[in-house]
């Protein structure tokens, strides 16, 4: 049975970071890609970074390029999401996904239950 599970979210002022972990188990994690989603307030989900298997490719959504780094260690099941230059639009609940089959770019089959961060301005 596969699990995600997300720490790290908090409460932070503008300009500050975080760093979000999401522990995977269940399955074969070295083998697939993984993704951070977040979610504010009265808004769609909306996906916020990929890693590819190996780490070796990533991709951001541009309000997030030069800012958030996204990265993966094989050897503990887990991946990062380091989150600098915070500002108060990031505040969301971040999501981390992870998928075993291959739908599409922003597809993925399994869900955490998601990390709170708050920035306050």
């Known amino acids: 049975q596969v699990q995600l599970v997300e720490s790290g979210g908090g409460l932070v002022q503008a300009g500050g970071s975080l760093r979000l972990s999401c522990a995977a188990s269940g399955y074969t994690f070295s083998s697939y890609g993984l993704g951070w989603f977040r979610q504010a307030p009265g808004k769609e989900r909306e996906f916020v970074a990929a890693?590819?298997?190996?780490?070796?490719?990533?991709a951001y959504v541009d309000s997030v390029k030069g800012r958030f780094t996204i990265s993966r260690d094989n050897a503990k099941n887990t991946v990062y999401l380091q989150m600098n230059s915070l500002k108060p639009e990031d505040t969301a609940v971040y999501y981390c996904?992870?998928?075993?089959?291959?739908?599409?770019?922003?597809?993925?089959?399994?869900w955490g239950q998601g990390t709170q961060v708050t920035v306050s301005s």
């Open positions: 890693i590819s298997s190996n780490g070796g490719s990533t």
């Open positions: 996904a992870a998928r075993v089959t291959w739908r599409g770019p922003r597809e993925y089959d399994y």
